[in-house]
C-alpha cells in the first residue's frame, strides 16, 4: 500500500471557501501517469497541482484539469501547492522567516516566495514574464452570438487583443453591472475558441467591488473542461499588459490589485507588481486558506 498526502487550499484569497479551490498532491513521483490522470478527476477542483523532486530546481509542478487535460502552467495551483509545501515544513530552515526558492514547469522556471513576516498572513510571491498580446482579428459577429457583453472595443472600432503566449482573448465590459449579466454559450463558445485558436476569454472592467482596487475579470476556458475559472493567477501578466495598453492605469502605476470571483461567490484578489525591462515581468503576491488535509491510499 502507498499513502499519498493531498492539501485542499482556497488559493488568491485570505477568507475560508473564497478564491479558487485547489489541490497538492506531494511526493508524487511515485505515482503513473494513469494514476496522476485519475486522481486529479477523483479529487474535485477544477486543477490539481502535484509535486515532485527536480534536478534544476526545488520543485517541479505538473498541473491537471479534473478532465485529466494537463496544462503548462497554472497560476492558482502553484500558490495551493506552495501553500502545502510550507504547511508540511517541506522547506529547511526551522527558524526562517523568508523563502526564495524556484520552481520547475513545463512553461519554465519561475522564481517563488513565502513570507512569513506579514502582520495580515502568509504571503506567497510568484515571477512570470510580461504577457505579449497582439490583435486578434476574429469574427466579431460570429464571437457576439455566444457572449451576450457588447465589448467596447466593438463601439471605439479597436482591435480586440490576445495574449500570444496563453491564447486568452482579452474583452472589456462597459461596467461591473454588464460584467456580472454576462452569461456564455458554453457549447457554442467552446467551438468558436477551437476554430479560432483560443485558449480562454477574459472580460473585465475597471469598476471594482472593493473602492481601492483596479480591475474586476471574469474567465472562461470551455475548452479545457473550466466553464468559469473563480480566481485565474495564469492571466494575470495578461490583465496587466491590457489595463496599460488600452491606458486604463497610467504607465507609472506599478502595483495593480486584481479582483474576481465575486459573482461566483468565491470573492478573491491578488497584487500585481510590474517590474520594467524588455520584456516587463510580473509579480504576484498572493494570500491563501488551507482548508483540509488527507491521506489516500493507493494499491
Known amino acids: 500500500m502507498r499513502l499519498f498526502k493531498v492539501h485542499q487550499v482556497d488559493a488568491f484569497t485570505n477568507v475560508l471557501f473564497g478564491g479558487n479551490p485547489t489541490t497538492a498532491v506531494l511526493d508524487a513521483e511515485q505515482l503513473s501517469e494513469e494514476e496522476i490522470r485519475q486522481l486529479a478527476q477523483e479529487l474535485g477542483p477544477l486543477e490539481t497541482a502535484f509535486v515532485f523532486p527536480s534536478e534544476v530546481a526545488e520543485f517541479r509542478l505538473r498541473y491537471f484539469t479534473r478532465k485529466g487535460i494537463e496544462l503548462p502552467f497554472c497560476g492558482h495551483s502553484t500558490v495551493g501547492a506552495l501553500r502545502a509545501i510550507e504547511w508540511e515544513r517541506r522547506l529547511s530552515a526551522e527558524n526562517q522567516e523568508r523563502y526564495a526558492f524556484q520552481i520547475e514547469t513545463q512553461a519554465g522556471i519561475f522564481p517563488v516566495g513565502i513570507d512569513l513576516t506579514r502582520p495580515e498572513g502568509i504571503i506567497f510571491t510568484l515571477r512570470i514574464p510580461g504577457a505579449q498580446l497582439e490583435s486578434c482579428l476574429v469574427p466579431l459577429d460570429e464571437l457576439l452570438k455566444v457572449i451576450d457583453v457588447l465589448p467596447t472595443q466593438v463601439d471605439g472600432e479597436r482591435p480586440l487583443l490576445i495574449d500570444r503566449t496563453s491564447k486568452c482573448l482579452y474583452l472589456t465590459a462597459s461596467s461591473l453591472e454588464s460584467l456580472g449579466a454576462l452569461s456564455v454559450d458554453l457549447p457554442a463558445f467552446s467551438r468558436f475558441c477551437l476554430e479560432q485558436g483560443i ?40 490583465l496587466a499588459a491590457y489595463l496599460r495598453q488600452e491606458k486604463m492605469i497610467p504607465l507609472t502605476q506599478k502595483r495593480i490589485v486584481s479582483e474576481q470571483g465575486h459573482f461566483l461567490g468565491r470573492p478573491g484578489h491578488v497584487e500585481i507588481e510590474v517590474i520594467e525591462g524588455t520584456p516587463f515581468l510580473v509579480q504576484l503576491y498572493a494570500e491563501a486558506v488551507h482548508v483540509f488535509e488527507t491521506l489516500i491510499e493507493l494499491v
Open 199 to 238: 485558449m480562454s476569454l477574459c472580460v473585465l472592467t475597471p469598476r471594482t467591488f472593493h473602492p481601492h482596487y483596479h480591475v474586476h475579470a471574469r474567465v472562461f476556458a470551455p475548452t479545457i473542461g473550466i466553464e468559469e475559472d473563480p480566481f485565474s493567477g495564469s492571466i494575470q501578466a495578461g
